[in-house]
């Protein structure tokens, strides 16, 4: 495993969700930690390969904290600069090839077939990271949203649903659980 890189891209993704270009703040390095995490567990679960499905992770969206204008092709965007940023440590091309697989894939919100395990692990660890940071959601429905207490539970439970649906298979049976606890502290 390519601990130098894992290291480097943690470094490099925490430095851009810093600056005053990422329109998501700071939260969104959260976000992506928790996609690691996840990818990481679901790669282990798999049978995938751990560094791929991780590599992907930390930069599936690195276009998005990059540069806002690419947030709606940000999964094109991303595996483009996936290529260049891997190409400085000499990363095999095949395997940079897996890795922009991974995020041009990982967007449950676009239809696109998931062949390999490791676009499966990254597709899933995005979707269900939303339920690591529920309270991201609460602050994103209360404050920046302004809904009342309804509407902003009825939002966050909605967009909860609509992440546990994108999940595979075989995720919705893992995560089953996690869903249903959340689900039942938002009532």
């Known amino acids: ?12 993704i925490y430095d851009r969700c810093q600056k005053q270009t990422n329109k998501f703040g700071i939260g969104i390095y959260y976000h992506i930690v928790e996609v690691v ?8 679960k ?8 991780m590599i992907a992770a930390w930069l599936h969206d690195i ?7 690419l ?9 483009e600069m996936a290529h260049l940023i891997l190409k400085e440590y000499d990363y095999d091309d095949k395997r940079i090839s897996l890795v922009q697989k991974c995020i041009r894939n990982h ?3 676009i239809r696109s077939e998931k062949i390999t395990l490791e676009e499966l692990c990254v597709a899933d660890a995005d979707a269900i990271s939303h339920f690591d940071s529920v309270p991201s959601l609460l602050y994103l429905a209360y404050v920046q949203k302004g809904m009342g207490i309804e509407e902003g539970k009825t939002f966050v439970k909605d967009t909860l649903t609509r992440s546990f ?3 595979s298979a075989e ?4 995560y089953q659980d996690k869903f249903e606890k959340v689900m039942e502290v938002l009532g």
């Open 46 to 53: 798999y049978g995938a390969d751990k560094e791929i499905v």
């Open 71 to 79: 947030y709606e092709l940000h999964h094109i965007h991303g595996a």
């Open 1 to 12: 495993m390519r601990e130098d890189i894992l290291e480097n891209l943690q470094h490099e």
């Open 165 to 167: 649906q994108k999940l």
């Open 63 to 69: 276009a998005s904290i990059t540069d806002y204008n």
């Open 171 to 174: 995720s919705k049976q893992y």
């Open 107 to 109: 967007r449950g919100s």
């Open 37 to 44: 995490n996840n990818a990481e567990i679901l790669a282990e």
